[in-house]
Nanobody
Framework: QVRVVESGGGLVQPGGSLRLSCAAS????????MYWYRQAAGKQRELVAN?????????ADSVKGRFTISGANAKNTVTVYLQMNSLKFEDTAVYYC?????????WGQGTQVTVSS
């Protein structure tokens, strides 16, 4: 059974930083892409960043220069990180992690990030 679990969200002041983590386990496929999405209240879910098994990354223009995605493999678990710096009010959202591989798409439950003074 594939599990995708996010962590690291919380309350932060504008200009602050947070690092989100996403651990994906339970899949046998070594070719994959991991995504970070976010969904603010009343808005559609949007792609923030992604990374594949080769380490290639993509970051949305709206967060480029502030957010960085990275990953690490350990035995049967892939962990990806979203380092978020210079946070703004508009970064407030639920952040979701998704893994895609030949077995399908797997979402985590999301982690809340709130940027507030």
């Amino acid at each position: 059974q594939v599990r995708v679990v996010e962590s690291g969200g919380g309350l932060v002041q504008p200009g602050g930083s947070l690092r989100l983590s996403c651990a994906a386990s339970g899949t046998i496929f070594k070719i994959y892409t991991m995504y970070w999405y976010r969904q603010a209240a009343g808005k559609q879910r949007e792609l923030v960043a992604n990374i594949n098994n080769s380490g290639s990354t993509n970051v949305a223009d709206s967060v480029k220069g502030r957010f960085t995605i990275s990953g690490a493999n350990a035995k049967n678990t892939v962990t990806v990180y979203l380092q978020m710096n210079s946070l703004k009010f508009e970064d407030t959202a639920v952040y979701y992690c998704k893994r895609e591989d030949y077995g399908g798409s797997y979402w985590g439950q999301g982690t809340q990030v709130t940027v507030s003074s």
